[in-house]
Every structure is written in structure tokens, then in C-alpha cells.
């Protein structure tokens, strides 16, 4: 048994169906690695509790050698009590009928107060991933209720978005996906998300080039990712969802914990894509919650900067930070922000 002092990991709404799929994972040693033990807080609102405790009864069936202890609670200060890493999954789904403004509002009602919980009560060195939607905007709420907490340390999750990329890329081409380096996604996460495969390799070789290769030329290749690849990653969500019936879950809590890992351990091969705060990087409008390709030393995740942007790429890139501006001006017509 390790004798490491254990990690707190806050789950939100760890009664839902993303939180079911990350709870057995977390404990098996799938986020931290075996050496690291680690406490679970559980927060829910009170329709999720029993299906949190529910969970909690499985995870001590689950005899997990890494799992220190477990506690469900309704209270984000005993929840976010110590805690080192915070996964933000519950959020407000869209009702019928609901307009965009009041999905931001109720949304901010819980990530402003989370955000504030987590400036209070989590541990010097906590780092939070929003999963909940809209991710980049409930993570640029987060972390203007944290005002001592580096923005750094918030960030939204586009990883799901950057495997999706990976995963068309690698069948498309018929490689495993470990060939696959350097794919980026850019903007929001929502249908205006912008993969982006310019910088990528595959085997080692320009991504463009093998796709010239495989559609017949390089213009082939060009409307083979504006057609097909760009819109396919972008609407997954949309295809999971009826195909499976339900939307996507295990995938989401799989790049949870490797968006997780990556931050804490450093990332191995090229980048990968998170949504963190800008400082200007790429013309993105300071503050705003966007995706970019990252790279971390496991200290954090960092822009890696001075990439070129097509003029096809840039467009796009522009559209989805326009969203996150709206969004954001949205916020602060609210007077959350
Ligand atoms: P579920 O509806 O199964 O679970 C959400 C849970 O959150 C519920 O149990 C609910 O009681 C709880 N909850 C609501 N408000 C809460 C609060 N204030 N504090 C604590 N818990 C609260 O949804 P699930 O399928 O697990 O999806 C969770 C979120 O992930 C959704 O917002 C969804 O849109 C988002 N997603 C984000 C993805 C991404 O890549 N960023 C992909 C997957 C997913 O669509």
C-alpha cells in the first residue's frame, strides 16, 4: 500500500452518468497512476444524492487499494475542503424552450458559487476542469468568483474534442493512433470548435501531405478535412447521441482523466488541446476561456505559441471566439462577471 499523502479530487455531480463512468477510474489508479492515493468528495444537488451514495456503495464493493475514503455531501464547502484537483461536471442542460441567456444564468448559479467555494476551502495548488456545458463559459465564471486562484489554474475540457480529431484522423488514413501528433483544436467547445490538423503528423510525416497522398492531391485533402472531417469532429456529440441514444459519457470521462494526467504528469508526445485562459495568444481576446493547442511540464498547461494559422483556419478560429465573446458580454450583461 503507498504511503503517499492522498490527492482530494472533487467530483461535481458525480451522480450523473459522466460521474459514474470517472469515479471507478479515478480510484482504479487511472488518473494519478498507482503510486498516488486518493480521497473522493461527491458533490450533488439533492436529486443526485442517492445516486452519488449509490456510487459510494460500489466504489467500497470495489475493494480499490488507492481509495482512502469517500464522502458525498450537497455542500460545495465541504466538498471543495482541501481538495487538489476539482472535475466540474454537473451543470444545467438545456431545457425546452431555453434561451441562451437564461442557460448562461442558471449555469453561472452554480459555477460562480463553486468557483468561490473553491477559492475558499481547496488546497493552494488546486486545478479545476470544467466538463459541464458551456465548458469555456462556465470556466471563465469559475474562476472570475476565484480571484486569488490563478486563472491558469481553471480550464475547460476539449480533450474528448482533440481524441474525436485523433480518432478520424488515425481510421482515415488507417493508422493506430499513436501515429497521430500534433492535432489541434481551436475555440469553443460547441459546433464552432476548430480542429485543426496543419502542424500534425502522422508517422512521423506532414498529416497533409499523407492525406494528399490518400485523397489524390492536396486540394482533395483540403476538402476532405473542410467537409467531412471539420464537421463530423464538431456535431460527434450529435452522432454519438443517435446512434447510441444517449449521449456521450465513457469517452468524456476518458479524456477527463487523461486532460487530468497530462496536466499533472506533463505531456509525453507533441500537445494536446485544452481550454485555458488567454492572454492574447493568437489574437484571442485576453480572458476568455479558449481552446488552443497545450503543452505541460506537469506544472500546468501552456499555449504552445507561435504556430502559423492558415487564412481557412483563422476564419473559423475567429467565428468561435466571436461565440465566446458574445457568451461572455452575455455573462457580464447578467452581472455575474
Ligand atoms: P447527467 O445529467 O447524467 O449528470 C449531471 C449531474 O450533475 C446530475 O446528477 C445532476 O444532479 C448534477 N448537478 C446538477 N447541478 C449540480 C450542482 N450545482 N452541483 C453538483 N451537481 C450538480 O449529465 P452527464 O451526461 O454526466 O453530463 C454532464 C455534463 O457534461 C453536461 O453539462 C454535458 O453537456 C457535459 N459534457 C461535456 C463534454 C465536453 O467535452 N466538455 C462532453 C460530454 C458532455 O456532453
Redesign the pocket.
Known amino acids: 500500500m503507498s504511503t503517499a499523502a492522498p490527492t482530494t479530487i472533487t467530483i461535481?455531480?458525480a451522480?450523473?452518468?459522466?460521474?459514474y463512468a470517472l469515479l471507478f477510474r479515478i480510484a482504479a489508479g487511472d488518473m494519478l497512476g498507482p503510486d498516488r492515493p486518493v480521497r473522493l468528495r461527491l458533490?450533488?444537488?439533492r436529486?443526485?444524492l442517492r445516486?452519488a451514495e449509490g456510487a459510494a456503495l460500489e466504489l467500497q464493493d470495489g475493494a480499490f487499494e488507492l481509495l482512502r475514503d469517500v464522502e458525498v455531501t450537497e455542500d460545495p464547502a465541504v466538498a471543495f475542503d482541501g481538495c487538489n484537483i476539482a472535475l466540474l461536471?454537473?451543470?444545467?442542460?438545456r431545457g425546452p424552450g431555453m434561451e441562451r441567456a437564461d442557460l448562461l444564468a442558471a449555469n453561472a448559479g452554480?459555477f460562480g458559487p463553486q468557483g468561490a467555494a473553491i477559492a475558499a476551502h481547496a488546497a493552494s495548488d488546486v486545478r479545476a476542469v470544467v466538463?459541464?456545458?458551456p465548458?469555456n463559459t462556465n470556466a471563465l465564471i469559475a474562476s472570475a468568483a476565484a480571484p486569488d486562484v490563478p486563472a491558469e489554474r481553471f480550464a475547460a475540457?476539449t480533450r474528448?474534442?482533440h481524441n474525436r480529431a485523433v480518432g478520424q484522423l488515425a481510421e482515415a488514413i488507417g493508422v493506430g493512433v499513436s501515429a497521430v501528433r500534433d492535432v489541434a483544436i481551436w475555440g469553443n467547445?460547441s459546433a464552432t470548435q476548430v480542429p485543426d490538423v496543419t502542424h500534425a503528423t502522422i508517422d512521423g510525416a506532414p498529416a497533409l501531405d499523407v492525406l494528399a497522398a490518400r485523397f489524390g492531391d492536396e486540394d482533395a485533402a483540403i476538402r476532405w478535412l473542410d467537409d467531412e472531417f471539420t464537421p463530423r469532429v464538431a456535431k460527434r456529440?450529435a452522432e454519438i447521441i443517435e446512434v447510441r441514444g444517449s449521449?456521450?459519457?465513457a469517452s468524456?470521462a476518458n479524456?477527463t482523466i487523461s486532460h487530468i494526467r497530462d496536466d499533472v504528469e506533463g505531456t509525453r508526445l507533441g500537445w494536446t488541446s485544452a481550454a485555458v485562459v488567454s492572454h492574447g495568444e493568437y489574437g484571442v481576446p485576453e480572458g476568455l476561456f479558449s481552446s488552443f493547442p497545450v503543452r505541460s511540464d506537469g506544472s500546468g498547461y501552456r499555449i504552445v505559441e507561435g504556430l502559423e494559422v492558415p487564412a481557412r483556419i483563422r476564419r473559423r478560429l475567429d467565428a468561435s471566439v466571436a461565440e465566446l465573446a458574445d457568451e461572455r458580454e452575455a455573462v457580464r450583461a447578467l452581472g455575474v462577471i
Open positions: 461535481t455531480g451522480g450523473g452518468q459522466i460521474g458533490l450533488e444537488i436529486q443526485g445516486a461536471v454537473g451543470a444545467r442542460p452554480i466538463v459541464g456545458n465548458a475540457l474528448l474534442d467547445h456529440g449521449s456521450s459519457v468524456a479524456a
